[in-house]
């Protein structure tokens, strides 16, 4: 449609080929090009905008092409942002272009030098955002490996590189001045944010000069090259290369095989050497020789200058095809000054094929830029520039996305300013970024600490064992009067009674002994009140008889006359298996009238007042149940763990190391009561802030401060003052608390398993903040919160693999082995279901007792089974004394 009616019907094939693009083809193109962003964009690692407010001086570096700006961009905020900028214009020489490496990132450094040195800022450090419009592969923010040069570029040992480590190479070998690189972006980018800054919709943005290039903000749950799901990040497409697969190959013209043949890089960037400023001049170069050859212009006349590569410059298509006669004149002033004698025909015919390389140019431009509009349908902004070019890409666009609203917004500022915006961001997070990464650092534990944490708890065990400093000792190392496991001959039915929380359990165990050897269980689980867990030690002991004897008319045995086993996790000291003075509580427990006294008395005494009969034959506590439990199963086991609300630890220790009780021969299970450890200062130097929050406001401070290091009742408020702390500083949640998550307890510890579960999702991440109330917060929030629950329970479980590691170094040592092969059995709910801990903690032990072979079991009937074990036993040799 854009040829001369005077022109002869035999120039119609010359143009059929760039002429043909109508809706229908470039509809195509659109399609073609949403099947590709899919699999071929790179992540700029863009995420965020302009909050808060940016201010301060900044450095900016725009290389694209054979010119490159240095800029200063000062960013005040009073009130009202203010950007002001200074530049300077350096050229690259073109044996730099195609030279050393080294050598061109030397001329850039030489570059910056002068400019700094010309507003008298060489001695400052400032930040630097470095605009490097080459197809690049990032990682993060500040690294950019070169894919491959384009526009004209062949330095060697550049590609494949790091080209911010290029530049800071070359500017330490100077030595004069030292600036911060924080951001390297393509123009696109630069471009965007520049425009972002002044209109906060633009998210696309969009390069028509030397060469060509677009972003903008895709979704992150498509971007499978980077971790996350939630939120926008802004991509670099470098879209000069759609075709290099043979995509456009039926749309590609005998003229633009010829330009990609001559190129530098022959098979490359195909989609912008038919559209961009650098081919452009030469695509009508090509058709104005070929027409010559035909005899279809200039009388068929050539010249050497038409005949050489590059004296058709891409300017003089912009000045040609302009509708007025002004546009004849300077085809003709063009044309005599490659040496032709043009006719006015040769005029009108040059016109045309201008105005039909930069039409096809501006259509496969849009039908592009469509598929990206297609991509994010409600994004309604972009930046471009162009005159003539521009009003038909906006004319295709909108012809061809009706259902898009889409402004265009031309950059005045290039994209340096953008680059210094991103850098302003960038320079703002990393200061973030560091301030909260100090705070996390001291809850990061080194080897030598752990290993010193080993070392101490190793010096308490010993203390607590000691009848000398047993009163001093904070792992007071309880003898539990448990000697022997069982044989294989026990037998009978008996109760269980398991109380060590907020929830209690009931059982009854039918223990078979022989070679049927089996143990069969029936149990049911009954809640304490708040009231009874705050109120008197009889009110307690009374609402526990009522639901055992629930369970006996549950069970159809109402009045039945059993031996129980009651597993009671609190400290106790005992002097017998059936007898249990209550040290103090913990886990939130505050009955009086306990402390101080037996609790198997306080049992019997509440039985009585029932007037039903149970004989209490023993008392044990949960670890010593789990270890009873677990040594069933593996005679290996002689050690019980527990890491659930509370935590604490049992194991078989030498009867002469035992000395709070008479005799040494043999061995007996001691209660570390390990919880405590640290009581008398022995963690201050491991302990944080928050930490000694969650002490204070706890109802025993100053109490069980290990345990409040690695239990599932602290863990999630621990998290919880850490992200009050982020907030209050404004590193998270844009500096805006929730009323909910001021709230103590708020923050469970079941959310620390959760959000560390590896199948989770960032957006379900999300979801539990918006349960605390934070329903603004983002995904860089999503990650931060990840990041401050995966810390806190990393810390919990290498405290707990030292204590372990300590123990099992104990008994190896007392048994004078080289090497140690033992179990461990463990129970506790933080241990089975949050995702990493147990594996960290088996970490931990292997790294910290070398020697020892430790293999974890973990319980699955509770410590409940294990106390009717011990009940079974202690009757089956009571029974055969009293024979």
């Known amino acids: 449609r854009a040829i001369s009616r005077k022109s002869s019907d035999v120039r119609k094939p010359v143009f059929l080929k760039l002429c043909k ?23 700029a690692n863009l995420q965020c905008f302009f909050y808060p407010p940016e201010k301060g001086d900044f450095l900016a570096l725009d290389l694209g092409g054979t010119n490159f700006r240095v800029l200063l961009v000062k960013v005040s905020d009073n009130g009202k942002q203010k950007v002001e900028m ?67 570029f062949k330095s060697h040992g550049v590609e494949g590189r790091d080209v911010v480590s290029l530049l800071r190479k070359a500017i330490k070998k100077r030595g004069d001045f030292d600036i911060d690189i924080v951001a390297v972006i393509n123009d696109t980018v630069g471009t965007m944010m520049t425009c972002g800054y002044d ?15 677009a972003c903008y903000m895709e979704e992150m749950r498509h971007l499978e090259l980077v971790e996350g799901d939630e939120g926008r990040m802004c991509v670099n497409m470098e879209w000069g290369a759609f075709g290099d697969d043979g995509a456009l190959d039926d749309l590609r013209t005998d003229f633009d095989r010829e330009i990609d043949a001559g190129s530098l890089n022959p098979g490359k960037q195909l989609f912008e050497k038919m559209i961009s400023g650098m081919y452009m001049g030469e695509l009508v ?19 050497p200058d038409l005949l050489t590569t590059g004296h058709f410059q891409t300017s003089f298509v912009s000045a040609i095809e302009n509708d007025k006669s002004e546009g004849l004149v300077s085809a003709e002033k063009v044309l005599r000054g490659l040496g032709l004698d043009p006719s006015g025909e040769d005029c009108v015919a040059t016109q045309r094929v201008c105005q039909v390389v930069s039409t096809r140019a501006a259509h496969l431009c849009a039908a592009t830029l469509v598929s990206v509009l297609r991509q994010i349908r409600d994004n309604k902004a972009l930046c471009l520039s162009s005159p003539r070019f521009a009003r038909r890409l906006h004319k295709m666009v909108r012809r061809l996305v009706p259902d898009c609203d889409v402004r265009f917004l031309r950059s005045e500022d290039g994209s340096g300013k953008g680059a210094a915006m991103v850098t302003a961001v960038a320079y703002r997070l990393a200061t973030q970024h560091a301030e909260r990464q100090r705070v996390l650092d001291a809850l990061r534990l080194s080897r030598e600490q752990l290993l010193e944490v080993k070392r101490r708890m190793g010096e308490e065990i010993n203390r607590g064992l000691a009848k000398e400093s047993h009163d001093q000792a904070t792992v007071k190392m309880l003898p539990t009067y448990v000697r022997s496991t069982p044989d294989g001959t026990e037998h009978g ?90 040290l103090k509580w913990t886990k939130g427990f505050k009955a009086t009238g306990c402390e101080g006294e037996d609790v198997v008395s306080l049992l019997k005494d509440a039985i009585h007042r029932r007037e039903f009969d149970l004989d209490v034959v023993a008392v044990v506590n949960d670890t010593v149940g789990t270890m009873m439990t677990c040594g069933y199963e593996d ?80 863990l999630g408020e621990i998290v919880r003052n850490i992200l009050l702390e982020f907030t209050a500083k404004g590193l998270l949640f844009r500096g805006k608390l929730s009323e909910r998550l001021k ?125 009717a074990l011990i009940t079974a036993v202690a009757c089956r040799i009571r029974d055969a004394g009293q024979r």
């Open 21 to 43: 693009s109508g809706s229908r083809d470039l509809a195509s193109i659109t399609f073609l090009l949403l099947a590709v962003i899919s699999i071929h964009v790179l992540g």
């Open 743 to 867: 709230t103590r307890g708020i923050f469970e510890t079941k959310f620390l398993s959760q959000i560390e579960s590896d199948r989770l999702a960032l957006r379900q991440v999300r979801s539990i903040l918006q349960h605390l109330g934070l329903t603004s917060s983002t995904c860089d929030d999503s990650i931060l919160v990840k990041e401050v629950c995966s810390v806190v329970a990393r810390r919990a479980a290498q405290l707990c693999g030292a204590g372990l590691a300590a123990v099992v170094d104990k008994i190896r040592q007392n048994r004078n082995l080289s090497e140690l092969k033992i179990t461990v059995g463990v129970d506790g709910t933080l241990y089975k279901l949050h995702p990493h801990f147990s594996s960290i903690m088996h970490e931990t032990v292997r790294d910290l007792a070398p020697q020892c072979e430790v293999t974890f079991l973990q319980s699955e009937d509770g410590s409940g089974k294990g106390a």
């Open 86 to 152: 200074e530049n300077q214009i350096y050229a690259i020489p073109e044996e730099l272009m195609r030279g050393s490496g080294s050598e061109l990132f030397d001329h850039i450094a030489e570059c910056l030098a002068n400019f700094l040195e010309r507003l008298g800022i060489k001695n400052q450090k400032l930040p630097l955002g470095f605009t490097f419009s080459f197809p690049c592969q990032q990682t993060k923010l500040d690294e950019s490996i070169l894919v491959s040069w384009t526009k004209g």
């Open 199 to 213: 209109d906060h919709h633009c998210e696309i943005g969009l390069i028509v000069g030397t060469g060509t290039n």
């Open 493 to 582: 039915d008996f109760l269980a009674l398991d109380l060590g929380g907020t929830n209690f359990r009931v059982l009854l165990v039918r223990v078979r002994g022989g070679k049927r050897r089996s143990v069969e269980m029936h149990n049911k689980i009954y809640a304490i009140p708040q009231e009874a867990m705050q109120g008197t030690g009889e009110e307690l002991f009374d609402h526990i008889v009522h639901c055992i004897a629930d369970f006996l008319e549950y069970m159809g045995m109402k009045g039945a006359s059993l031996p129980l086993g009651f597993t009671f996790s609190f400290p106790c000291h005992q002097n017998k298996l059936d007898q249990g003075i209550l």
């Open 635 to 714: 005679p290996l086991c002689e050690v019980g763990l527990i890491v659930g609300t509370g935590t604490n630890a049992c194991y078989m220790e030498e009867m002469q190391n035992v000395e709070l009780v008479e005799g040494d021969e043999g061995r007996m299970c001691v209660n570390m009561e390990w919880g405590a450890f640290g009581d008398h200062g022995e963690l201050d130097d491991f302990s944080t802030e928050f930490d000694r929050a969650v002490d204070d406001c706890a109802t025993n401070p100053g109490k069980q401060r290990y345990e409040k290091m690695i239990s599932g009742m602290y």
């Open 285 to 303: 170069r090509l058709i104005l020789v070929k027409m010559a050859k035909e005899d279809l212009a200039f009388k068929g006349h050539t010249t």
